[in-house]
T-cell receptor, first 110, second 114 residues
Framework: KQEVTQIPAALSVPEGENLVLNCSFTDSAIYNLQWFRQDPGKGLTSLLLIQSSQREQTSGRLNASLDKSSGRSTLYIAASQPGDSATYLC?????????FGKGTRLHILP | DAGVIQSPRHEVTEMGQEVTLRCKPISGHNSLFWYRQTMMRGLELLIYFNNNVPIDDSGMPEDRFSAKMPNASFSTLKIQPSEPRDSAVYFC????????????FGPGTRLLVL
């Protein structure tokens, strides 16, 4: 059974710092991996999607990497801003199902 | 496009009452998913439909939960009778069919059962 783990569960960093969020998964037979952002009381917003054949995806200050063989992904956020404060969820797709990690709550200190 | 629409956005009810959550997927999408999010368990898939047919309901916690999709533009998730442990945020998502297709999430229904 696929399990997705995100470490740390919570993270606070000063504004302007670069940071890395980690995600690991137990079964490498995935179609893709996706990073989502969730603001308090809101739904999920897709940030980056990496297909299983890809190694990384970039969007603005965000860069996500995928190492399928080791079951790991990272989300790199450059020059963090207070507006980046949110919960970041990692999810892997198997067939039509998505399995989510429990997320990392990120707080950027002004 | 309005995106995935869920109603109500918030629901407060008493234990034992029936609760019905509603979802309208994005037009043209033929896969629909119901998720539940709690602090303890995170986001869990409850059930999903392809072309209005339930494909996998293994995530439905017990017989008190049921889901229907009478047509391509509407789905319901019903809890009868509701219990306090059902309190959670329930998300609906839709996508085109196929493993490579992205799911788009609705804003969620926040349910509180007293």
């Amino acid at each position: 059974k696929q399990e997705v783990t995100q470490i740390p569960a919570a993270l606070s960093v000063p504004e302007g710092e670069n940071l890395v969020l980690n995600c690991s998964f137990t079964d490498s037979a995935i179609y893709n991996l996706q990073w989502f952002r969730q603001d308090p009381g809101k739904g999920l917003t897709s940030l980056l999607l990496i297909q299983s054949s890809q190694r990384e995806q970039t969007s603005g200050r965000l860069n996500a990497s995928l190492d399928k063989s080791s079951g790991r992904s990272t989300l790199y956020i450059a020059a963090s801003q207070p507006g980046d404060s949110a919960t970041y969820l990692c999810a892997v797709k198997e067939d039509d199902k998505i399995i989510f990690g429990k997320g990392t709550r990120l707080h950027i200190l002004p | 496009d309005a995106g995935v629409i869920q109603s109500p956005r918030h629901e407060v009810t008493e234990m034992g009452q029936e609760v019905t959550l509603r979802c309208k997927p994005i037009s043209g999408h033929n896969s629909l998913f119901w998720y539940r999010q709690t602090m303890m368990r995170g986001l869990e898939l409850l059930i999903y439909f392809n072309n209005n047919v339930p494909i996998d309901d293994s995530g439905m916690p017990e017989d008190r939960f049921s889901a229907k999709m009478p047509n391509a533009s509407f789905s319901t998730l019903k809890i009868q009778p509701s219990e306090p442990r059902d309190s959670a945020v329930y998300f609906c998502a839709s996508s085109l069919s196929g493993a490579q297709k992205t799911q788009y999430f609705g804003p969620g229904t926040r349910l509180l059962v007293l």
